[in-house]
């Protein structure tokens, strides 16, 4: 239970879906967690939830898509702690469109999904130096690796996080950070929880369904806790010679 003691993490999206789970699995590993989010109803939800159990969370207002919000994010971090270890780049908007999306949509996704993530690093990376190293996961999908229908702008951002992964481990190596990404399959958080209901299916028909649940070898949508176990593996010593790697988190989505 203290894979991640004396740890400090930033969890960027913390308040919902798959960021929520690694918080709440970070506090019980005994990392002092601070969610990155910029709904400020969930995010101090879920410190507050973290905390009632015994946790350690901090919640601090940021949007990954303006970069002076992500500044005050890592100087608010150095005044709690005066370091950190790990960094999740977590939050993601989904805008899912073809070739129609407007310039306004590109930038929208680009600014959230793909510099978001890199400025997170550029001003957590003086953070993790100070304590001699650390560990960045990034949240890509089966969607950098895989065609799908009208999600052209989506996708693109997915790719990038995989190829940024890359490039990150790279410049990184030499300060003792690596940096690797998970690759989830479908899971249930509020964008699939949308999108299968707008198709009509329930939970247990979405499951079962040959474009949902059904794509995956093991015929079922994931829960969020099972994609915040590999990210505490990347995060943790545990994984301490795996650098610039993408681990797919997919039931076996791209294995067909
Ligand atoms: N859900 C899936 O099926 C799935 C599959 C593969 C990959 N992913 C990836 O996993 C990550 C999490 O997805 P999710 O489904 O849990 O998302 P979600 O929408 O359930 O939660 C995302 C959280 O990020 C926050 N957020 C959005 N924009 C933000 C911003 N600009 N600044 C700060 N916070 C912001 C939201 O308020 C929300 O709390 C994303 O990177 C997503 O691309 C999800």
Redesign the pocket.
């Known amino acids: 239970m203290d894979r991640l003691k004396n740890k400090v993490a930033v969890v960027?999206?913390?308040?919902?879906?798959?960021?929520?789970a690694t918080c709440e699995l970070f506090a019980e590993e005994g990392a002092r967690v601070v969610i990155?989010?910029?709904?400020e109803a969930?995010?101090r939800e879920v410190a507050a939830a973290i905390t009632q159990r015994g946790g350690q969370a901090l919640f601090v207002p940021?949007?990954?898509?303006?970069e002076s919000?992500i500044q005050r994010m890592a100087a608010a971090v150095e005044d709690a702690f005066g370091k950190l270890d790990i960094l999740v780049?977590?939050?993601?908007?989904?805008v899912l469109k073809g070739i129609d999306a407007t310039v306004q949509e590109w930038r929208e996704i680009l600014?959230?999904?793909v510099v978001?993530p890199s400025l997170c690093a550029k001003y957590c990376v003086p953070l993790m130096r100070k304590g001699g190293g650390g560990s960045i996961v990034n949240?890509?999908?089966?969607?950098s690796v895989i065609a799908q229908k009208e999600m052209v702008t989506?996708n693109a951002?997915?790719a990038a996080?995989a190829s940024m992964t890359r490039c990150m481990a790279m410049d990184l190596a030499p300060d003792n950070i690596r940096v690797n990404s998970v690759?989830?399959?479908?899971?249930?958080?509020?964008?699939?929880e949308r999108l299968t209901s707008e198709a009509g299916l329930d939970r247990k028909a979405a499951e079962a369904d040959p474009a949902w649940g059904g794509a995956h070898l093991l015929k079922r949508?994931?829960e969020?806790r099972e994609?915040a176990y590999p990210i505490l593996f990347l995060a943790s010593e545990e994984a301490s010679f795996v650098t610039g790697s993408l681990l797919m988190v997919d039931g076996g989505y791209t294995a067909q």
């Open positions: 960027t999206g913390g308040g919902a879906g798959i960021g929520r990155a989010e910029r709904d969930s995010g940021t949007d990954v898509g303006d919000s780049n977590n939050a993601a908007v989904f600014d959230v999904n978001g949240l890509a999908s089966i969607s989506y951002t997915k996080i690759a989830p399959g479908v899971v249930w958080t509020q964008i699939v949508i994931a969020p994609i």
